[in-house]
Protein backbone atom coordinates (compact mmCIF):
# COMPACT_ATOMS: atom_id res chain seq x y z
CA UNK A 1 0.00 0.00 0.00
CA UNK A 2 1.65 3.29 0.63
CA UNK A 3 5.20 2.52 1.78
CA UNK A 4 5.37 6.82 2.25
CA UNK A 5 4.08 5.52 6.18
CA UNK A 6 6.48 3.02 6.57
CA UNK A 7 8.65 4.39 8.76
CA UNK A 8 6.33 5.75 11.14
CA UNK A 9 5.23 2.07 11.76
CA UNK A 10 8.60 0.78 12.57
CA UNK A 11 8.42 3.54 15.21
CA UNK A 12 5.46 1.98 16.87
CA UNK A 13 6.73 -1.17 16.88
CA UNK A 14 9.86 -0.73 18.43
CA UNK A 15 7.89 1.04 21.16
CA UNK A 16 5.31 -1.49 21.88
CA UNK A 17 8.65 -4.17 21.87
CA UNK A 18 10.32 -2.44 24.83
CA UNK A 19 6.87 -1.98 27.17
CA UNK A 20 6.17 -5.75 27.12
CA UNK A 21 9.31 -7.09 27.97
CA UNK A 22 8.84 -5.88 31.49
CA UNK A 23 5.07 -6.63 31.38
CA UNK A 24 4.82 -10.52 29.54
CA UNK A 25 6.32 -13.55 29.12
CA UNK A 26 5.98 -16.12 26.53
CA UNK A 27 5.21 -19.16 27.74
CA UNK A 28 8.01 -21.22 26.01
CA UNK A 29 5.95 -24.42 25.30
CA UNK A 30 2.60 -23.17 24.44
CA UNK A 31 3.51 -19.90 23.51
CA UNK A 32 0.60 -18.36 25.61
CA UNK A 33 1.43 -14.84 26.31
CA UNK A 34 1.64 -14.15 29.53
CA UNK A 35 0.89 -11.35 31.91
CA UNK A 36 3.80 -11.41 34.06
CA UNK A 37 2.34 -10.29 37.29
CA UNK A 38 -0.16 -13.50 37.16
CA UNK A 39 2.85 -15.41 36.17
CA UNK A 40 4.75 -14.50 39.28
CA UNK A 41 1.34 -15.00 41.05
CA UNK A 42 1.02 -18.57 40.16
CA UNK A 43 4.93 -19.53 41.03
CA UNK A 44 5.91 -19.08 37.29
CA UNK A 45 3.96 -21.69 36.24
CA UNK A 46 2.01 -21.10 33.24
CA UNK A 47 -1.84 -21.04 33.85
CA UNK A 48 -2.27 -22.12 30.55
CA UNK A 49 -0.49 -25.14 29.98
CA UNK A 50 1.25 -25.91 33.67
CA UNK A 51 5.41 -25.58 31.78
CA UNK A 52 7.05 -24.73 35.10
CA UNK A 53 9.61 -21.37 34.18
CA UNK A 54 12.32 -20.75 36.38
CA UNK A 55 12.06 -19.78 39.90
CA UNK A 56 14.60 -17.40 41.60
CA UNK A 57 16.35 -18.98 44.75
CA UNK A 58 14.74 -16.14 46.89
CA UNK A 59 10.99 -17.24 45.35
CA UNK A 60 11.82 -20.45 46.37
CA UNK A 61 12.58 -19.67 50.28
CA UNK A 62 9.01 -17.67 50.08
CA UNK A 63 7.52 -20.33 48.41
CA UNK A 64 8.55 -23.21 51.27
CA UNK A 65 8.73 -21.22 54.28
CA UNK A 66 5.99 -19.70 56.53
CA UNK A 67 6.60 -16.40 56.21
CA UNK A 68 8.95 -14.06 58.27
CA UNK A 69 10.58 -17.20 59.47
CA UNK A 70 13.36 -17.63 56.96
CA UNK A 71 16.60 -16.58 59.35
CA UNK A 72 19.48 -16.73 56.38
CA UNK A 73 23.09 -18.38 57.53
CA UNK A 74 26.44 -17.97 56.39
CA UNK A 75 25.46 -15.35 53.90
CA UNK A 76 28.70 -13.72 54.02
CA UNK A 77 30.70 -16.62 52.55
CA UNK A 78 32.40 -15.72 49.33
CA UNK A 79 34.56 -17.89 46.95
CA UNK A 80 38.23 -17.97 47.25
CA UNK A 81 40.13 -18.23 43.68
CA UNK A 82 42.49 -21.19 45.03
CA UNK A 83 43.93 -21.91 41.65
CA UNK A 84 44.39 -18.57 40.37
CA UNK A 85 42.37 -19.61 37.48
CA UNK A 86 42.21 -17.44 34.43
CA UNK A 87 40.46 -18.68 31.10
CA UNK A 88 39.18 -16.22 28.66
CA UNK A 89 38.40 -13.70 31.84
CA UNK A 90 39.86 -14.06 35.46
CA UNK A 91 37.92 -16.06 37.76
CA UNK A 92 37.64 -13.21 40.72
CA UNK A 93 36.20 -11.19 37.80
CA UNK A 94 32.80 -13.98 36.66
CA UNK A 95 32.52 -13.73 40.70
CA UNK A 96 32.40 -10.40 40.59
CA UNK A 97 29.87 -10.39 37.68
CA UNK A 98 27.80 -12.99 39.53
CA UNK A 99 27.56 -11.30 42.59
CA UNK A 100 26.43 -7.76 41.07
CA UNK A 101 23.29 -9.40 39.89
CA UNK A 102 20.58 -8.22 42.12
CA UNK A 103 19.10 -11.33 44.00
CA UNK A 104 22.25 -12.66 44.38
CA UNK A 105 23.41 -14.29 47.40
CA UNK A 106 26.76 -14.36 47.39
CA UNK A 107 27.36 -17.67 45.71
CA UNK A 108 25.33 -20.02 43.92
CA UNK A 109 23.32 -21.06 47.13
CA UNK A 110 21.44 -19.60 49.88
CA UNK A 111 20.79 -21.51 53.08
CA UNK A 112 19.38 -20.82 56.58
CA UNK A 113 16.58 -22.35 58.62
CA UNK A 114 12.96 -21.43 59.23
CA UNK A 115 9.38 -23.34 59.56
CA UNK A 116 7.59 -25.16 57.02
CA UNK A 117 4.07 -25.22 57.57
CA UNK A 118 4.65 -24.63 61.31
CA UNK A 119 7.41 -27.43 61.08
CA UNK A 120 11.13 -26.50 62.35
CA UNK A 121 13.70 -27.01 58.88
CA UNK A 122 16.43 -26.20 57.94
CA UNK A 123 16.99 -25.02 53.90
CA UNK A 124 19.29 -24.83 51.37
CA UNK A 125 17.86 -23.30 47.67
CA UNK A 126 20.49 -23.50 44.45
CA UNK A 127 20.91 -20.39 42.47
CA UNK A 128 21.14 -21.10 38.67
CA UNK A 129 21.66 -17.67 37.98
CA UNK A 130 24.66 -17.48 39.62
CA UNK A 131 27.72 -19.09 37.41
CA UNK A 132 25.32 -22.32 36.38
CA UNK A 133 24.37 -22.82 39.85
CA UNK A 134 28.51 -24.50 39.54
CA UNK A 135 29.14 -25.89 42.86
CA UNK A 136 32.39 -24.63 44.49
CA UNK A 137 33.72 -24.39 47.61
CA UNK A 138 31.06 -21.89 49.06
CA UNK A 139 28.53 -24.04 47.72
CA UNK A 140 29.58 -27.48 49.40
CA UNK A 141 30.31 -25.28 52.66
CA UNK A 142 27.25 -24.23 52.95
CA UNK A 143 25.64 -27.04 52.03
CA UNK A 144 27.40 -28.78 54.67
CA UNK A 145 26.85 -26.18 56.99
CA UNK A 146 23.59 -26.39 57.34
CA UNK A 147 23.47 -29.71 57.03
CA UNK A 148 25.66 -30.11 60.41
CA UNK A 149 22.76 -27.39 61.71
CA UNK A 150 20.21 -29.94 61.05
CA UNK A 151 21.89 -32.69 62.72
CA UNK A 152 22.59 -30.54 66.01
CA UNK A 153 18.96 -29.02 66.01
CA UNK A 154 17.44 -32.77 64.55
CA UNK A 155 15.84 -30.75 62.18
CA UNK A 156 14.60 -31.80 58.35
CA UNK A 157 16.90 -30.70 55.92
CA UNK A 158 15.35 -30.01 52.57
CA UNK A 159 18.08 -28.51 49.37
CA UNK A 160 16.23 -27.51 46.18
CA UNK A 161 18.60 -28.08 43.56
CA UNK A 162 19.41 -26.31 40.22
CA UNK A 163 22.82 -26.64 38.89
CA UNK A 164 25.14 -27.09 35.66
CA UNK A 165 27.71 -29.49 38.10
CA UNK A 166 30.89 -28.94 39.36
CA UNK A 167 32.30 -25.04 39.05
CA UNK A 168 35.88 -25.87 36.88
CA UNK A 169 37.69 -22.38 37.97
CA UNK A 170 38.07 -24.07 41.57
CA UNK A 171 39.53 -27.89 39.90
CA UNK A 172 39.68 -30.83 42.08
CA UNK A 173 38.32 -28.66 45.21
CA UNK A 174 35.06 -28.10 43.54
CA UNK A 175 35.13 -32.01 42.70
CA UNK A 176 36.00 -32.75 46.83
CA UNK A 177 32.67 -30.81 47.74
CA UNK A 178 30.64 -33.78 46.79
CA UNK A 179 32.39 -35.89 49.11
CA UNK A 180 32.28 -33.39 51.55
CA UNK A 181 28.68 -32.59 51.59
CA UNK A 182 27.60 -36.91 51.11
CA UNK A 183 30.03 -37.16 54.45
CA UNK A 184 27.48 -34.82 56.33
CA UNK A 185 24.22 -36.43 54.45
CA UNK A 186 25.99 -39.96 56.01
CA UNK A 187 25.69 -38.61 59.15
CA UNK A 188 22.09 -37.14 59.11
CA UNK A 189 21.38 -40.55 57.46
CA UNK A 190 22.57 -42.40 60.81
CA UNK A 191 20.67 -40.09 62.99
CA UNK A 192 17.89 -40.71 61.00
CA UNK A 193 17.21 -37.15 60.14
CA UNK A 194 14.71 -36.64 57.18
CA UNK A 195 16.28 -35.25 53.75
CA UNK A 196 13.74 -34.05 51.38
CA UNK A 197 15.95 -33.49 47.90
CA UNK A 198 13.95 -31.54 45.35
CA UNK A 199 15.35 -31.44 41.87
CA UNK A 200 14.17 -28.56 39.66
CA UNK A 201 15.70 -27.75 36.30
CA UNK A 202 18.32 -28.19 35.24
CA UNK A 203 20.01 -30.26 37.74
CA UNK A 204 23.23 -32.36 36.51
CA UNK A 205 26.65 -33.05 37.01
CA UNK A 206 28.37 -33.12 40.46
CA UNK A 207 25.42 -31.93 42.25
CA UNK A 208 23.37 -34.78 40.72
CA UNK A 209 26.08 -37.23 41.66
CA UNK A 210 26.02 -36.08 45.21
CA UNK A 211 23.84 -34.61 47.34
CA UNK A 212 20.46 -34.24 44.99
CA UNK A 213 19.95 -37.82 44.62
CA UNK A 214 20.44 -38.93 48.32
CA UNK A 215 17.30 -37.86 49.56
CA UNK A 216 14.77 -39.74 51.41
CA UNK A 217 12.54 -38.72 49.39
CA UNK A 218 13.28 -37.06 45.84
CA UNK A 219 11.09 -34.97 44.46
CA UNK A 220 11.19 -33.62 40.89
CA UNK A 221 9.71 -30.76 38.98
CA UNK A 222 7.75 -31.71 36.03
CA UNK A 223 9.98 -31.65 32.88
CA UNK A 224 12.90 -30.88 34.84
CA UNK A 225 16.37 -32.22 32.61
CA UNK A 226 18.11 -34.08 35.61
CA UNK A 227 21.02 -35.92 34.84
CA UNK A 228 24.96 -37.07 35.73
CA UNK A 229 26.04 -36.43 31.96
CA UNK A 230 24.78 -33.29 30.10
CA UNK A 231 22.81 -34.35 26.97
CA UNK A 232 25.43 -32.99 24.13
CA UNK A 233 28.26 -35.25 26.06
CA UNK A 234 26.06 -38.52 25.55
CA UNK A 235 25.24 -37.14 22.27
CA UNK A 236 28.99 -36.28 21.13
CA UNK A 237 30.01 -40.07 22.74
CA UNK A 238 27.28 -42.55 21.12
CA UNK A 239 27.03 -40.36 18.19
CA UNK A 240 22.95 -40.49 17.94
CA UNK A 241 20.53 -38.54 18.91
CA UNK A 242 18.88 -39.25 22.27
CA UNK A 243 15.18 -39.51 22.48
CA UNK A 244 12.64 -37.63 23.21
CA UNK A 245 11.82 -36.59 26.74
CA UNK A 246 15.44 -38.46 27.77
CA UNK A 247 16.80 -37.37 31.36
CA UNK A 248 13.40 -35.18 31.82
CA UNK A 249 11.97 -35.83 35.31
CA UNK A 250 8.96 -38.20 33.98
CA UNK A 251 12.23 -40.54 32.50
CA UNK A 252 13.75 -40.48 36.12
CA UNK A 253 10.76 -41.63 37.78
CA UNK A 254 9.83 -44.24 35.26
CA UNK A 255 13.24 -45.28 35.89
CA UNK A 256 12.54 -45.02 39.62
CA UNK A 257 15.46 -42.53 40.20
CA UNK A 258 12.92 -39.85 42.11
CA UNK A 259 9.94 -40.44 44.21
CA UNK A 260 7.39 -38.01 42.67
CA UNK A 261 7.06 -35.34 40.43
CA UNK A 262 5.34 -31.99 42.42
CA UNK A 263 3.76 -29.72 40.52
CA UNK A 264 5.16 -26.29 42.17
CA UNK A 265 2.92 -25.03 43.37
CA UNK A 266 1.60 -28.29 45.42
CA UNK A 267 5.06 -28.52 46.75
CA UNK A 268 5.21 -27.50 50.23
CA UNK A 269 2.22 -29.02 51.14
CA UNK A 270 3.83 -32.31 49.43
CA UNK A 271 7.16 -31.58 51.92
CA UNK A 272 4.88 -30.58 54.39
CA UNK A 273 2.81 -34.57 54.52
CA UNK A 274 5.76 -36.20 54.02
CA UNK A 275 7.82 -34.37 57.09
CA UNK A 276 4.49 -35.21 59.33
CA UNK A 277 4.78 -39.25 57.90
CA UNK A 278 8.48 -39.07 58.76
CA UNK A 279 8.48 -37.33 61.70
CA UNK A 280 5.83 -39.16 63.20
CA UNK A 281 3.38 -35.91 63.29
CA UNK A 282 -0.26 -36.03 63.15
CA UNK A 283 -2.23 -35.35 59.63
CA UNK A 284 -2.30 -31.29 59.30
CA UNK A 285 -5.52 -29.97 61.00
CA UNK A 286 -7.64 -28.18 57.96
CA UNK A 287 -7.28 -24.80 59.17
CA UNK A 288 -3.43 -25.09 58.91
CA UNK A 289 -4.00 -26.30 55.71
CA UNK A 290 -6.40 -23.56 54.49
CA UNK A 291 -3.49 -20.55 55.85
CA UNK A 292 -0.56 -22.26 54.26
CA UNK A 293 -2.10 -23.40 50.64
CA UNK A 294 -3.63 -19.69 50.04
CA UNK A 295 -0.71 -19.10 48.08
CA UNK A 296 -1.28 -21.68 45.94
CA UNK A 297 -4.29 -20.49 44.50
CA UNK A 298 -5.07 -21.53 40.75
CA UNK A 299 -3.42 -24.80 41.82
CA UNK A 300 -6.92 -26.70 41.42
CA UNK A 301 -5.62 -29.46 42.71
CA UNK A 302 -7.49 -29.43 46.70
CA UNK A 303 -7.68 -32.37 48.52
CA UNK A 304 -5.64 -34.81 45.43
CA UNK A 305 -1.98 -36.75 46.79
CA UNK A 306 -0.32 -34.61 44.52
CA UNK A 307 2.15 -37.80 43.41
CA UNK A 308 -0.45 -39.59 42.41
CA UNK A 309 -2.53 -37.34 40.53
CA UNK A 310 1.14 -36.88 38.52
CA UNK A 311 1.64 -40.23 38.17
CA UNK A 312 -1.94 -40.75 37.02
CA UNK A 313 -1.71 -37.74 34.45
CA UNK A 314 1.52 -39.71 32.65
CA UNK B 1 48.88 -42.23 23.11
CA UNK B 2 52.10 -40.07 24.57
CA UNK B 3 53.39 -37.84 22.15
CA UNK B 4 55.24 -34.35 21.95
CA UNK B 5 58.04 -33.75 24.17
CA UNK B 6 57.69 -37.48 26.32
CA UNK B 7 57.44 -39.40 22.90
CA UNK B 8 60.64 -38.07 21.42
CA UNK B 9 62.84 -38.72 24.93
CA UNK B 10 60.62 -42.35 25.02
CA UNK B 11 62.12 -43.30 21.25
CA UNK B 12 65.62 -41.84 22.08
CA UNK B 13 65.37 -43.99 25.87
CA UNK B 14 64.36 -47.05 23.56
CA UNK B 15 67.23 -46.79 21.26
CA UNK B 16 69.85 -46.76 24.07
CA UNK B 17 68.23 -49.04 25.22
CA UNK B 18 68.50 -51.31 22.40
CA UNK B 19 72.01 -50.69 21.74
CA UNK B 20 72.80 -51.54 25.39
CA UNK B 21 70.90 -55.54 24.55
CA UNK B 22 72.76 -55.61 21.75
CA UNK B 23 76.12 -54.49 22.70
CA UNK B 24 75.72 -57.38 25.79
CA UNK B 25 74.43 -60.27 23.41
CA UNK B 26 77.15 -59.38 21.26
CA UNK B 27 79.86 -59.71 23.84
CA UNK B 28 78.77 -62.65 25.07
CA UNK B 29 79.19 -64.69 21.80
CA UNK B 30 82.49 -63.30 21.33
CA UNK B 31 83.47 -63.39 25.34
CA UNK B 32 84.42 -59.52 24.69
CA UNK B 33 84.44 -57.38 28.02
CA UNK B 34 82.40 -54.45 27.30
CA UNK B 35 81.66 -53.80 31.03
CA UNK B 36 83.26 -50.08 30.53
CA UNK B 37 81.35 -49.13 27.33
CA UNK B 38 77.93 -50.26 29.00
CA UNK B 39 78.45 -48.23 31.83
CA UNK B 40 78.97 -44.98 29.71
CA UNK B 41 75.89 -46.14 27.94
CA UNK B 42 73.84 -46.72 30.79
CA UNK B 43 74.84 -43.44 32.61
CA UNK B 44 73.99 -41.70 29.70
CA UNK B 45 70.47 -43.40 29.71
CA UNK B 46 70.01 -42.36 33.33
CA UNK B 47 70.50 -38.54 32.12
CA UNK B 48 68.41 -38.89 29.36
CA UNK B 49 65.37 -40.23 31.82
CA UNK B 50 66.53 -37.67 34.29
CA UNK B 51 66.22 -34.90 31.84
CA UNK B 52 63.06 -36.02 30.60
CA UNK B 53 61.21 -36.52 33.31
CA UNK B 54 62.28 -33.51 35.21
CA UNK B 55 60.06 -30.31 35.04
CA UNK B 56 57.17 -32.12 33.31
CA UNK B 57 54.30 -29.45 32.27
CA UNK B 58 50.68 -30.67 33.31
CA UNK B 59 50.18 -31.95 30.14
CA UNK B 60 52.78 -33.85 29.97
CA UNK B 61 51.71 -35.37 33.12
CA UNK B 62 48.35 -36.17 31.64
CA UNK B 63 50.16 -38.39 28.75
CA UNK B 64 52.00 -40.23 31.30
CA UNK B 65 48.64 -40.63 33.22
CA UNK B 66 47.06 -42.35 29.99
CA UNK B 67 50.40 -43.97 28.35
CA UNK B 68 49.17 -47.09 27.03
CA UNK B 69 52.07 -49.05 28.20
CA UNK B 70 50.99 -48.27 31.70
CA UNK B 71 50.26 -50.10 34.64
CA UNK B 72 46.93 -50.77 35.26
CA UNK B 73 44.45 -52.27 38.44
CA UNK B 74 44.98 -55.86 37.45
CA UNK B 75 48.74 -55.36 37.04
CA UNK B 76 49.42 -53.53 40.13
CA UNK B 77 47.06 -56.51 41.95
CA UNK B 78 49.04 -59.14 40.05
CA UNK B 79 52.53 -57.91 41.98
CA UNK B 80 51.80 -55.64 45.31
CA UNK B 81 48.90 -58.19 46.21
CA UNK B 82 49.18 -62.12 46.82
CA UNK B 83 46.20 -64.36 46.83
CA UNK B 84 43.74 -62.39 44.84
CA UNK B 85 40.20 -64.04 44.42
CA UNK B 86 38.18 -61.45 41.98
CA UNK B 87 34.41 -61.48 42.81
CA UNK B 88 31.98 -60.01 40.01
CA UNK B 89 28.72 -58.60 39.87
CA UNK B 90 26.26 -55.90 41.40
CA UNK B 91 24.26 -58.51 42.31
CA UNK B 92 21.38 -56.78 40.52
CA UNK B 93 22.07 -55.95 36.77
CA UNK B 94 25.17 -57.44 35.28
CA UNK B 95 29.29 -57.42 36.18
CA UNK B 96 30.48 -54.27 34.92
CA UNK B 97 34.35 -55.46 33.64
CA UNK B 98 35.01 -51.58 33.78
CA UNK B 99 35.77 -52.45 37.70
CA UNK B 100 36.98 -55.31 39.14
CA UNK B 101 37.85 -56.38 42.79
CA UNK B 102 37.91 -58.61 45.51
CA UNK B 103 39.63 -60.14 48.09
CA UNK B 104 43.62 -60.41 48.36
CA UNK B 105 46.62 -60.45 50.83
CA UNK B 106 48.83 -57.50 51.28
CA UNK B 107 51.78 -58.78 53.13
CA UNK B 108 49.44 -61.18 54.07
CA UNK B 109 46.99 -59.15 55.89
CA UNK B 110 43.47 -59.63 53.99
CA UNK B 111 42.12 -56.32 52.34
CA UNK B 112 39.31 -55.71 49.43
CA UNK B 113 40.76 -54.33 46.64
CA UNK B 114 38.65 -52.30 44.19
CA UNK B 115 39.89 -50.40 41.28
CA UNK B 116 38.62 -49.66 37.66
CA UNK B 117 40.35 -51.30 34.78
CA UNK B 118 41.37 -50.31 31.36
CA UNK B 119 41.59 -52.72 28.39
CA UNK B 120 45.11 -53.22 27.07
CA UNK B 121 44.27 -53.73 23.79
CA UNK B 122 41.13 -52.78 20.94
CA UNK B 123 39.40 -56.18 21.90
CA UNK B 124 39.92 -55.66 25.73
CA UNK B 125 38.66 -52.29 25.78
CA UNK B 126 35.48 -53.09 24.59
CA UNK B 127 34.84 -55.64 27.27
CA UNK B 128 36.31 -53.01 30.18
CA UNK B 129 34.48 -49.84 27.85
CA UNK B 130 38.07 -48.36 28.61
CA UNK B 131 38.01 -48.56 32.20
CA UNK B 132 34.83 -46.22 32.39
CA UNK B 133 32.15 -47.95 34.34
CA UNK B 134 28.28 -48.26 34.33
CA UNK B 135 25.95 -47.47 37.61
CA UNK B 136 26.40 -51.61 38.08
CA UNK B 137 30.22 -51.06 38.05
CA UNK B 138 29.55 -48.80 41.11
CA UNK B 139 27.38 -50.92 42.91
CA UNK B 140 29.88 -53.94 42.12
CA UNK B 141 32.37 -51.72 43.89
CA UNK B 142 29.70 -50.93 46.98
CA UNK B 143 28.94 -54.43 47.39
CA UNK B 144 32.51 -55.66 47.81
CA UNK B 145 33.10 -52.43 50.07
CA UNK B 146 30.13 -53.86 52.51
CA UNK B 147 31.38 -57.10 52.34
CA UNK B 148 34.98 -55.65 53.74
CA UNK B 149 32.71 -54.10 56.69
CA UNK B 150 30.81 -57.11 57.39
CA UNK B 151 34.14 -59.25 57.74
CA UNK B 152 36.56 -56.26 59.68
CA UNK B 153 38.90 -55.93 56.67
CA UNK B 154 39.97 -52.78 54.86
CA UNK B 155 39.41 -51.70 51.79
CA UNK B 156 41.91 -50.48 49.16
CA UNK B 157 40.69 -48.66 45.64
CA UNK B 158 43.15 -48.08 42.55
CA UNK B 159 41.93 -45.16 40.43
CA UNK B 160 41.92 -45.06 36.92
CA UNK B 161 39.38 -43.63 35.19
CA UNK B 162 38.42 -41.34 32.15
CA UNK B 163 35.41 -40.88 34.31
CA UNK B 164 31.88 -42.81 34.51
CA UNK B 165 30.13 -43.83 30.87
CA UNK B 166 28.33 -40.68 29.57
CA UNK B 167 25.78 -43.07 27.99
CA UNK B 168 21.80 -43.68 27.76
CA UNK B 169 21.83 -47.44 29.67
CA UNK B 170 24.08 -45.38 31.99
CA UNK B 171 21.41 -42.68 32.76
CA UNK B 172 18.70 -44.92 32.88
CA UNK B 173 20.16 -46.98 35.28
CA UNK B 174 21.20 -44.12 37.62
CA UNK B 175 24.78 -43.14 37.12
CA UNK B 176 24.49 -40.21 39.38
CA UNK B 177 22.42 -42.18 41.97
CA UNK B 178 24.84 -45.28 41.83
CA UNK B 179 27.94 -42.30 42.63
CA UNK B 180 25.93 -40.02 45.08
CA UNK B 181 25.18 -43.76 47.04
CA UNK B 182 29.24 -44.52 47.02
CA UNK B 183 30.54 -40.85 48.34
CA UNK B 184 27.77 -41.43 51.33
CA UNK B 185 28.33 -44.78 52.10
CA UNK B 186 31.85 -44.77 51.82
CA UNK B 187 31.73 -41.57 54.03
CA UNK B 188 29.97 -43.92 56.92
CA UNK B 189 31.83 -47.25 55.94
CA UNK B 190 33.72 -48.46 59.45
CA UNK B 191 36.32 -49.81 58.19
CA UNK B 192 39.79 -47.82 57.32
CA UNK B 193 39.96 -47.37 53.26
CA UNK B 194 43.01 -45.85 51.39
CA UNK B 195 42.85 -45.08 47.76
CA UNK B 196 45.31 -44.40 45.22
CA UNK B 197 45.00 -42.40 41.82
CA UNK B 198 47.17 -44.79 39.72
CA UNK B 199 46.79 -43.32 36.50
CA UNK B 200 43.68 -41.06 35.27
CA UNK B 201 41.28 -39.38 38.37
CA UNK B 202 38.37 -38.84 36.20
CA UNK B 203 36.01 -36.41 37.80
CA UNK B 204 32.91 -38.37 39.80
CA UNK B 205 34.15 -41.53 38.36
CA UNK B 206 37.00 -41.46 40.25
CA UNK B 207 35.51 -40.15 43.52
CA UNK B 208 33.31 -42.65 43.38
CA UNK B 209 36.07 -45.02 44.71
CA UNK B 210 38.02 -42.29 46.68
CA UNK B 211 35.90 -41.63 49.95
CA UNK B 212 39.07 -42.87 51.74
CA UNK B 213 40.72 -41.97 54.68
CA UNK B 214 44.09 -41.30 53.02
CA UNK B 215 44.50 -40.32 49.77
CA UNK B 216 47.21 -40.90 48.00
CA UNK B 217 49.12 -40.43 44.35
CA UNK B 218 51.57 -41.82 41.89
CA UNK B 219 53.98 -38.85 40.98
CA UNK B 220 52.48 -39.30 37.28
CA UNK B 221 48.76 -39.61 37.70
CA UNK B 222 46.45 -37.18 37.32
CA UNK B 223 43.18 -36.58 38.89
CA UNK B 224 40.41 -33.53 38.12
CA UNK B 225 37.15 -32.51 38.14
CA UNK B 226 37.01 -32.52 34.13
CA UNK B 227 39.78 -33.58 31.52
CA UNK B 228 41.42 -30.82 30.12
CA UNK B 229 40.15 -31.37 26.07
CA UNK B 230 36.48 -30.94 27.81
CA UNK B 231 38.04 -28.03 30.13
CA UNK B 232 39.00 -26.27 27.15
CA UNK B 233 35.89 -26.85 25.18
CA UNK B 234 33.85 -25.45 27.81
CA UNK B 235 35.87 -22.41 29.02
CA UNK B 236 38.17 -21.29 26.05
CA UNK B 237 35.50 -22.45 23.03
CA UNK B 238 38.53 -24.29 21.47
CA UNK B 239 40.25 -27.95 21.79
CA UNK B 240 43.20 -25.83 21.20
CA UNK B 241 43.53 -25.09 24.33
CA UNK B 242 43.62 -28.36 25.80
CA UNK B 243 47.52 -27.66 27.12
CA UNK B 244 46.18 -24.43 29.16
CA UNK B 245 43.75 -25.87 30.81
CA UNK B 246 45.71 -28.80 32.13
CA UNK B 247 47.58 -26.11 33.88
CA UNK B 248 44.68 -24.16 34.82
CA UNK B 249 43.31 -27.09 36.22
CA UNK B 250 46.09 -28.01 38.84
CA UNK B 251 45.48 -31.54 38.20
CA UNK B 252 48.87 -33.20 38.89
CA UNK B 253 49.92 -34.99 41.58
CA UNK B 254 52.42 -32.26 43.27
CA UNK B 255 49.67 -29.41 42.40
CA UNK B 256 47.06 -31.46 44.62
CA UNK B 257 49.92 -32.49 47.59
CA UNK B 258 50.24 -28.68 47.91
CA UNK B 259 46.04 -28.25 47.79
CA UNK B 260 46.47 -30.39 50.55
CA UNK B 261 43.64 -33.00 48.68
CA UNK B 262 46.47 -35.34 48.30
CA UNK B 263 48.35 -37.15 51.36
CA UNK B 264 51.20 -38.49 49.68
CA UNK B 265 52.84 -38.72 46.15
CA UNK B 266 54.27 -42.41 45.41
CA UNK B 267 57.75 -41.49 43.49
CA UNK B 268 57.83 -43.51 40.19
CA UNK B 269 60.52 -45.28 38.96
CA UNK B 270 62.84 -43.31 37.06
CA UNK B 271 61.36 -43.14 33.42
CA UNK B 272 57.70 -43.43 34.93
CA UNK B 273 56.07 -46.27 35.61
CA UNK B 274 55.51 -48.09 32.56
CA UNK B 275 59.03 -48.04 32.02
CA UNK B 276 59.04 -50.68 35.62
CA UNK B 277 56.04 -52.20 37.17
CA UNK B 278 57.40 -53.91 39.75
CA UNK B 279 59.32 -51.04 40.50
CA UNK B 280 56.00 -49.52 41.07
CA UNK B 281 54.26 -52.30 42.37
CA UNK B 282 56.92 -52.37 45.50
CA UNK B 283 56.33 -48.43 46.04
CA UNK B 284 52.45 -49.23 46.23
CA UNK B 285 53.19 -52.00 48.60
CA UNK B 286 55.16 -50.57 51.07
CA UNK B 287 52.87 -46.73 50.55
CA UNK B 288 49.77 -48.89 51.16
CA UNK B 289 51.07 -50.86 54.22
CA UNK B 290 52.15 -47.92 55.83
CA UNK B 291 48.84 -46.15 55.95
CA UNK B 292 47.11 -49.23 56.22
CA UNK B 293 49.45 -49.95 59.88
CA UNK B 294 48.47 -46.49 60.93
CA UNK B 295 44.60 -46.31 60.24
CA UNK B 296 44.55 -50.09 61.57
CA UNK B 297 45.39 -48.37 65.22
CA UNK B 298 42.39 -46.32 65.23
CA UNK B 299 39.35 -47.29 67.07
CA UNK B 300 36.86 -47.03 64.36
CA UNK B 301 34.79 -44.25 65.99
CA UNK B 302 37.66 -41.72 65.59
CA UNK B 303 38.39 -43.25 62.28
CA UNK B 304 35.46 -41.96 60.94
CA UNK B 305 35.15 -38.59 62.92
CA UNK B 306 39.07 -38.20 61.18
CA UNK B 307 37.44 -39.25 57.75
CA UNK B 308 34.52 -36.55 58.24
CA UNK B 309 37.02 -33.99 59.12
CA UNK B 310 39.02 -34.26 56.52
CA UNK B 311 36.47 -33.61 53.76
CA UNK B 312 34.81 -30.93 55.51
CA UNK B 313 37.69 -29.09 55.92
CA UNK B 314 38.21 -29.25 51.85
CA UNK B 315 37.58 -26.13 50.06
CA UNK B 316 38.86 -22.36 50.15
CA UNK B 317 36.46 -19.72 50.73
CA UNK B 318 36.22 -16.16 53.01
CA UNK B 319 34.07 -14.62 54.56
CA UNK B 320 32.48 -11.01 52.68
CA UNK B 321 35.07 -8.07 53.32
CA UNK B 322 37.84 -10.39 54.82
CA UNK B 323 40.83 -11.92 53.68
CA UNK B 324 40.48 -15.64 52.39
CA UNK B 325 40.88 -18.35 54.70
Known amino acids: MSWFRKPERKLKAEEKRELPADVFEKCPRCGEILYRARLEQNLNVCPSCGFHLRLSAGGYVALLLDEGTFEERDGDLRSGDPLKFTDLKPYPQRLEAAERRPGSFGDAVVTGTGRLEGIGVCLAVMDFEFIGGSMGSVVGEKIARIGLVALERRQPLIVVSASGGARMQEG?????????????LARLHEARIPYISVLTNPTTGGVTASYAMLGDVNLAEPGALIGFAGPRVIEQ?????????????????????????????ELKRTIARLLRHMLGLPEAVAAGRTVDTAQAVGAGGEGAAPAGKDRAAD | MANGRIAEFEKDIAELEQQIARLQVLAE?????VADEIRILEQKLARLKEAAFRNLTAIERVQLARHPKRPYTLDYIARAFTDFIELAGDRAYRNDEAIVGGWARLEGRTVMVIGHQKGRDMKENLRRNFGMPHPEGYRKALRLMKLAEKFGHPVVTLIDTPGAYPGIGAEERGQAEAIARNLREMAALRVPLVSVVIGEGGSGGALALGVTDRILMFENSIYSVISPEGCAAILWKTAEARDKAAEALKLTAPDLAALGVVDEVIPEPLGGAHSDWDGAAQALRAALCRHLDELERLPVDELRQRRWQKFEAMGEWRVAGAAAS
Not at chain 1, 238 to 264: T, Y
Open chain 1, 172 to 184: ILSLMQMAKTSAV
Open chain 1, 237 to 265: TIKQALPEGFQRSEFLLEHGMVDAIVDRR
Open chain 2, 29 to 33: QRGLD
